[in-house]
Structure formats: structure tokens, C-alpha cells
Nanobody, 126 residues
């Protein structure tokens, strides 16, 4: 079983930056592809970014491409989401998640993620 704990959310003005962290335990992070997803009020949960176990492959949604960067530090069992040039429409609860498969390509469909953190709130003011 894998446990995920997000941190780093908060209130930021439009144009600002935040870095989210996801601490992973219960499984060896180095074998897992990881993802970040978000859910805005009144909207469905959506894919944001994903990274494979070796950091060789990353995927981003069109809405964050060029502004957000996903990365990982396997030695620290932590995955990050660097968010720059934040917009009010980025306001959401951000979740760290994984499908739990070893040495697999990252997934992007929300339904494919099986293990989730509790989420961290990001609020971008205009």
C-alpha cells in the first residue's frame, strides 16, 4: 500500500508561483510513475501532470504546459509540482496520485489513478 501526503498549497496572487510537494511512503518511489491532478469547485477532477519512474517522460495538460513542471527526488521519496505564472483558473485542490504499477509509463486518465493523497488547496487571487 502506498501513502501520499501533499503540502505546499496556499494563497498566491495571479502571476505568482508555488511549489507543491508529495511525500511518498509504503512503496519504493523509484519504481512508481506519479501524477498531479486537481479539482476546482463544481468541476470534475482533471489531470495536470505526470512523470515516469526515471524522470525521462513527463506529460502535461494543455492548460498548464509551459507554466508547471513536475519533478521527483527518489532519494527523498518526494514528488514536486512547480507552478509558475499562476492564474485564477488554477485555483483548485491539488492531488498527488499513482496507479501503483512498477516501471510503467505514466497514466493520464483520472480513473487510472488508484492511490491518492488528501489534497492541498491552491487559491490564486486576481
Amino acid at each position: 500500500q502506498v501513502q501520499l501526503v501533499e503540502s505546499g498549497g496556499g494563497l498566491v496572487q495571479a502571476g505568482g508561483s508555488l511549489r507543491l510537494s508529495c511525500a511518498v511512503s509504503g512503496r519504493i518511489l523509484s519504481s512508481l510513475a506519479m501524477g498531479w491532478l486537481r479539482q476546482a469547485p463544481g468541476k470534475e477532477r482533471e489531470f495536470v501532470a505526470a512523470i515516469d519512474w526515471s524522470s525521462s517522460i513527463t506529460y502535461y495538460s494543455d492548460s498548464v504546459k509551459g507554466r508547471f513542471t513536475i519533478s521527483r527526488d527518489n532519494a527523498k521519496n518526494t514528488v514536486y509540482l512547480q507552478m509558475n505564472s499562476l492564474k485564477p483558473e488554477d485555483t483548485a485542490v491539488y492531488y498527488c496520485a499513482t496507479d501503483g504499477r512498477n516501471y510503467a509509463l505514466p497514466v493520464q486518465r483520472v480513473s487510472q489513478f488508484l492511490y491518492w493523497g488528501q489534497g492541498t488547496q491552491v487559491t490564486v487571487s486576481s
